[in-house]
């Protein structure tokens, strides 16, 4: 399972495009790289999930790089309704979900 | 996508009592769920995983005597405090695995349970 490292919190405005990026220097071959989103007192909710280049579904997109070393979580056009903690996970697709500490993602109007 | 419930959404108990938290798959079978406890401010911490028909694989520092599991059917399982203390007030969440076209696997996560022990 690997160890994932995230910014604790980042703010942004309305509209604005957030970009939060995970470090997973330990990432094994076959570990999928997924992202969740949490609301106050909810479930964590799938957001994404990738193994190498870009994915894209109709909420985000997750760049990986080459060296797959890293993840970046974009969501374009951020609103109020975005603001929750955010939790990069790596992992083999079939093994249990260890979370790490997440990034809290404040949007101001 | 799939849905995964939590039933009581909130509970409180007195000091000593027992609580039980059933988790179920609402239109997937899982062979296997998870059951997780978070503090305020924190993250999810993993507690064990719950296979169906055998016993659940605890993690290290979660006390099974304390935290019983039972998985007696591909669309439910149950996470049973036993003599709760004040200490064990939390949010329990669990989780369904499901197997995706393709071949990958996805975990679903129930609502969570508030548990308020006094």
């Known amino acids: 399972l690997a160890k994932t490292t995230q910014p604790i919190s980042m703010d942004s405005y309305e509209g604005q495009e957030v970009n939060i990026t995970c470090s997973h220097n330990?990432?094994?071959?076959?570990?999928?790289i997924t992202w969740y989103q949490q609301f106050p007192s909810q479930g964590p909710r799938f957001i994404i999930q990738?193994?190498?280049t870009k994915v894209t579904n109709e909420v985000a997109s997750l760049f990986i790089p080459a060296d797959r070393k890293s993840s970046t979580l974009s969501l374009p056009r951020v609103s109020l309704s975005d603001t929750a903690v955010y939790y990069c996970?790596?992992?083999?697709?079939?093994?249990?979900?260890?979370f790490g500490t997440g990034t809290r993602l404040q949007v101001f109007p | 996508g799939a849905v995964v419930s939590q039933h009581p959404s909130w509970v409180i108990c007195k000091s000593g009592t027992s609580v039980k938290i059933e988790c179920r798959s609402l239109?997937?079978?899982?062979?296997?769920m998870f059951w997780y406890r978070q503090f305020p401010k924190q993250s999810l911490m993993l507690m064990a995983t719950?296979?169906?028909?055998?016993?659940?694989?605890?993690e290290q520092g979660v006390e099974k005597d304390k935290f019983l599991i039972n998985h007696a059917s591909l669309t439910l399982s149950t996470l049973t405090v036993t003599s709760a203390h004040p200490e064990d007030s939390s949010f329990y969440i669990c989780?369904?695995?499901?197997?995706?076209?393709?071949?990958?696997?996805?975990?679903?996560f129930g609502p969570g349970t508030r548990l308020t022990v006094t």
């Open positions: 996970l790596g992992s083999l697709n079939t093994d249990k979900l260890i």
């Open positions: 239109d997937f079978q899982a062979t296997t």
């Open positions: 719950s296979n169906e028909g055998s016993k659940a694989t605890y």
């Open positions: 989780s369904a695995r499901d197997r995706q076209a393709g071949g990958l696997y996805e975990q679903y």
């Open positions: 990738g193994y190498k």
């Open positions: 330990n990432i094994a071959t076959n570990d999928y």
